[in-house]
Structure formats: structure tokens, C-alpha cells
């Protein structure tokens, strides 16, 4: 987690600052509730606080999606912090609540931005966005891979329908600091869904739900994946999916090479990828009794 002392503004530029390596810039969103699609089309609405992401992971979609290929290949470099976000949500919900009194909307945040980045801990946007939707109540999905998230339990255990997603993608802490060498650690981010899981209130007012997504599956040392796999009883629901190596949206970050020199190290995985994908996930469901084990886009429900 990076604090607040590594901030500094060095831009001419007011919207601009520099956080480490980041470039961090404010900027007016036109909204801010998105019409959810693909993979998530039953919710009603995506809700992405900032644009960009400080973990940078190299295999993550959301890059294919900046500005221009410069910022792509930067990806983990930039982020925007969608500075009227609060304003526009309040405006927005209160806008769906008077069309459709009888039912909140349904939201997942986020699709394209961990809305626990670093910068989150001296914006608090994220937070700033919870408590307008507290009044409101969509049901709602958090994807986030940091333990920042127990921050704002006091907000959480008031939202009547949640479900919280740990991305998870493998079992091997060397192969996390290979493909996500910013993220907080596996163990850092299992201490978190299962303390979130232990403080929420889940009974006939709270339908609290807690999920480990690893999706993509990376490649897993095989001492490393049943140790890893019962650590997930902690959870509801494990969604599994495969990476795709060859696919247009896999490693997108970072440079081509990058890419390539990532890939011929884990040969010895992604020579038999279908193999390993195929066994890991007859471990999950072998090992996991009274979890409930989802491939691909069926597990990113909320039932
Ligand atoms: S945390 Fe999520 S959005 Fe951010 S870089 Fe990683 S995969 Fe992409």
C-alpha cells in the first residue's frame, strides 16, 4: 500500500500529481452508472470510480480499453480519478429510483479499475460512493483484489444485498509478483475476504455473499495449489476461468516483449494449459464440499 507522504504535486498542470511512478489525474466524468454488458449484462449497471489502474497486472483486459496506445503500454502508470463521481451518482440513483420505485438497480463495481487502488486511500472515492448508495440500495458487487476494502466495513455490513469478489489468480506467490508484481500479497488478500465474510451480517435482512474469483487462472506451482485450494473454504463461491493465451485481450499491458518473455517462462504451464486448467478445477470442486464452484461468466452473478 503506498501512503500519502510518497504524494507530491510536480505538474504545472492543478489536475495532475504525482504518486511514485503514477500519473494521477482528476477529471469530469459525463456519468458514472454505465449499462452494464458482456459478461455482466444481468446487472443493470457497471461502476468504474477511476479510469486506469496502479496494479498494472500484465494480463489485465481493462488495458486494451486507454486512451491511446502510448497509455497502454503504460498501463499500471496512470490513473483518473473521476473527481464529481459523488455528485453524479446521487443524481443518477435518485433519477432510477423516481422511474422505478419498485425495484433498486443492481450494480457491479468495478469492470475496468480496482476501485481499491492506492490512490483510493487518500481520495476516498470509493468510500464517498458507498455511502450515497447505502441510501439507495442496489444490490451490489465489489470486485477488488486489496485487503484496503476492510477499510470501509462500517459501510458494507449496511447494504442489504452484497456480494464481494476477491480476484485471486493463482495459488503461487512468485507467479503473483510475475503477473501482478504491484498487488497486495495472496495471503494479504485471503486474511480479508475471510475477516469481511466473519463481520458482515448475513441472515433474513442481509444477503451477504463472498466469492474468490480466479479469473484468469495463472499458472499454480503444484506444491503450492491444494494448500492454496483449502484456504478458499473461507468463501461462499469460487468462479474459475481460463486465460487464453493466445486471445487479443491477454497480456495486453506493457510491451510486446513483455508479454512474450512472461509467457516463455511459465512454458512448462502454458504447453498444457487445458491440462492444468482441467485438474485444478476438479481439485476445486473435489476439495471444496460446501463451496459452490462456477466456471466463467455464470460465477459473476449475484445469486
Ligand atoms: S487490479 Fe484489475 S483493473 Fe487493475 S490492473 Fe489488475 S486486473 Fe486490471
Known sequence: ?????????????????????????????????????????????????????????????????????????????????????????????????????????????????????????KKKLTRSLLEIMIKYQP????????????RDLDLLRKFKRIRINMSIPTGSERVRRDFEGRSPSIKARLRAIGFLKHNIPCNEEYDSRFSVTITPLLPTFPEDRNQFIHQLQTVDRVVIQPFHQFSERSLVAGTRQQALDIIDKYQWWYNEEAMHYHSFKEKLKSLLSDVEVFEGASGFGYD
Open 1 to 121: 500500500m503506498v501512503h500519502d507522504r510518497n504524494l507530491s504535486t510536480h505538474s504545472d498542470d492543478p489536475q495532475e500529481e504525482k504518486l511514485g511512478n503514477t500519473t494521477i489525474r482528476s477529471i469530469e466524468a459525463k456519468s458514472i452508472l454505465n449499462k452494464a454488458s458482456g459478461f455482466i449484462k444481468a446487472y443493470d449497471f457497471t461502476l468504474n470510480p477511476y479510469k486506469g489502474c496502479q496494479y498494472g497486472c500484465t494480463y489485465c483486459y481493462a488495458a486494451a480499453f486507454s486512451p491511446n496506445s502510448k497509455m497502454r503500454e503504460n498501463w499500471g502508470n496512470w490513473a483518473m480519478v473521476k473527481k464529481n463521481a459523488a455528485t453524479l451518482l446521487e443524481k443518477e440513483l435518485q433519477k432510477w429510483a423516481n422511474n422505478h420505485p419498485e425495484r433498486p438497480p443492481s450494480i457491479y463495481m468495478s469492470t475496468v479499475t480496482d476501485p481499491y487502488q492506492p490512490i483510493e486511500t
Open 139 to 150: 444490490t451490489l458487487v465489489i470486485q477488488t483484489r486489496t485487503p484496503m476494502i476492510v
